[in-house]
């Protein structure tokens, strides 16, 4: 069964550097999403791709955080500079039929920011 | 913000019982969606609802959508210990459609 690939999973990093997250959704779905979750919340959206172009990123910190989907397939989100606040799950999902639909998610990564 | 709000946050219960799980949300949906979430994973799509339907069943899940109380409610039937989770709901909102999740309900099952 296809899944949304997401690496790495676990990321230890020092405040101040940077770090990047990638994802290849299930083949053929036209959405992403990116996700940040902190602990004991639900997800939050940070940025939606419809094939190459954002269509929200409302959310997303520009001023430390970018995101792209440079071929319309699979996508890197990056920090930098990473703070401590950015400790949280960064999930990835996608859908095929809108933002509507079921969404299905990657494993996630883990981030911990010292 | 988010939209739905879970309720309870927390539930413990022995296995063979029953849970029940409530969603409620502020805003006119088309749709309204179940995810569990297992420890250190990511969410897993367990059903949606549509606005014009009132009921869904899905293997020992029963879906509930109250559109004129703005609710929901999720019923696992005859629960087991993999049914230990985190279970949220979420709706479609805004200029987007973007899907907003609640906090989530962290579902014990006792074995």
């Known amino acids: 069964e296809a899944e949304v690939a997401q690496s790495p999973r676990y990321k230890i990093t020092e405040k101040s550097q940077a770090v990047a997250f990638w994802c290849d959704p299930i083949s053929g779905h036209a959405t992403l999403y990116w996700y940040r979750q902190i602990l004991g919340q639900g997800p939050e959206l940070l940025v939606q791709f419809q094939d190459e172009s954002v269509v929200d990123d409302s959310q997303l910190p520009k001023d430390r955080f970018s995101a792209e989907r440079l071929k319309g397939v699979d996508s890197t989100l990056k920090i930098q500079p990473a703070e401590l606040g950015d400790s949280a799950m960064y999930l990835c999902?996608?859908?095929?039929?809108?933002?509507?639909?079921?969404?299905?998610f990657g494993p996630g990564t883990r981030l911990t920011v010292t | 913000s988010q939209q739905g709000e879970e309720d309870p946050q927390a539930l413990s219960i022995q296995e063979g019982e029953n849970a029940t799980m409530n969603c409620s949300y502020k805003t006119s949906i088309n749709n309204l969606q179940w995810y569990r979430q297992n420890s250190g994973r990511g969410l897993v799509h367990l059903i949606l609802i549509r606005s014009n339907e009132r009921e869904k069943h899905s293997g020992r899940l029963r879906v509930t959508l109250d559109t004129s109380k703005k609710s929901s409610s999720l019923l696992i039937t005859a629960s087991r210990a993999a049914d230990t989770a985190s279970y949220f709901c979420a709706t479609p909102a805004g200029a987007n459609s973007k899907l907003t999740f609640g906090k989530g309900i962290t579902l014990s099952v006792r074995p």
């Open positions: 999902a996608s859908t095929p039929v809108g933002v509507t639909g079921e969404q299905y």
